[in-house]
């Protein structure tokens, strides 16, 4: 009995080794493709973070929506002619967090206010049409924030955030 191998005779002990190599190599995949698989972020956190469209058709002027995004509320205010007159009087310089009202909607868009509903004091959620100035108004501590989503009173020391928008049509908006 001979133990010796050639490439033009192979032994038994040869298949051996090449079915052993094989079977390891399977193995070793079947154990890495799972592990690095695990690591990927779930899917319900992949679409949380994901932009949201929104069709703008069904809001009346004058009426307000809520829709979340990355866990966060977001108001989309139709503002009404009157509503964007008042926001634009008010003189900047007036304001604890100075920025104009063309500065918080998009161009040409003017009677659609996209802000993150959380206010900016201690990240409670404000209350839609209500306040002294019919904006947005937080129970919790008094924040009072006008059309334009501009803090106007209270202990919150910046205006509602505007998120990441952009028109794709006239009556649709992506979040994100």
């Not at 079947?30 to 069904?58: F, H, K, R, Y």
């Not at 009404?80 to 008042?86: D, L, R």
Request: overall charge negative; aromatic content about 6%; charged content about 20%.
């Amino acid at each position: 009995m001979t133990t010796a191998s050639s490439a033009d005779n192979p032994t038994r002990r040869d298949f051996l080794y090449v079915a052993t190599g094989a079977v390891a190599a399977v193995g070793g995949a079947a154990t890495v493709v799972p592990l690095v698989s695990q690591m990927n972020p779930d899917a319900s956190t992949v679409a949380a973070g994901a932009p949201i469209e929104v069709d703008l058709t069904p809001i009346a002027e004058g009426q307000d929506i809520k829709v979340f995004w990355r866990g966060k509320p977001i108001y989309i205010s139709h503002r009404t002619k009157k509503q964007i007159e008042e926001a634009r009087k008010v003189p900047v310089s007036s304001l604890p967090d100075p920025q104009s009202d063309e500065q918080r909607v998009k161009p040409g868009h003017d009677q659609w206010l996209v802000v993150v509903g959380i206010c900016t004091h201690l990240g409670c959620i404000p209350i839609a049409n209500e306040g002294a100035y019919d904006g947005f108004f937080c129970p919790c501590h008094g924040s009072v924030y006008d059309t334009s989503g501009r803090i106007r009173q209270g202990p919150a020391p910046t205006n509602l955030a505007v998120p990441p928008y952009t028109f794709v049509s006239d009556t649709k908006i992506q979040i994100g």
